[in-house]
Nanobody
């Protein structure tokens, strides 16, 4: 079992920045590829970014490429999502996810989510 807890969400104006964190506990964090997904009201959950176990080869959705950066610190069992140049359409609940496969569209473990709201 892997437990994931997100933090760092909030309300920000368009053009602003936020950094999300996801703290993992349980099995060895470095054994898992990590990802971020999001779900806006009335929409399906969508992939945002993923990163390999080692921290290499980050992969992004086209909608966030160049604005978001995923990173991880295996010593701290934490994965991050730095979000810059935020847009109102980035408003969603953001979920951290873990899976032994990279990338995975159906990760095995999920956090409970953190709300990000971008005002225009």
């Amino acid at each position: 079992q892997v437990q994931l807890v997100e933090s760092g969400g909030g309300l920000v104006q368009a053009g602003g920045s936020l950094r999300l964190s996801c703290a993992a506990s349980g099995r060895t964090f470095s054994s898992y590829a990590m990802g971020w997904f999001r779900q806006a009201p009335g929409k399906e959950r969508e992939f945002v970014a993923a990163i390999r176990r080692s921290g290499g080869s980050p992969y992004y959705a086209d909608s966030v490429k160049g604005r978001f950066t995923i990173s991880r610190d295996n010593a701290k069992n934490t994965v991050y999502l730095q979000m810059n140049s935020l847009k109102p359409e980035d408003t969603a609940v953001y979920y951290c996810a873990a899976d032994q496969k990279y990338p995975s569209s159906t990760p095995e473990y999920w956090g409970q989510g953190t709300q990000v709201t971008v005002s225009s």
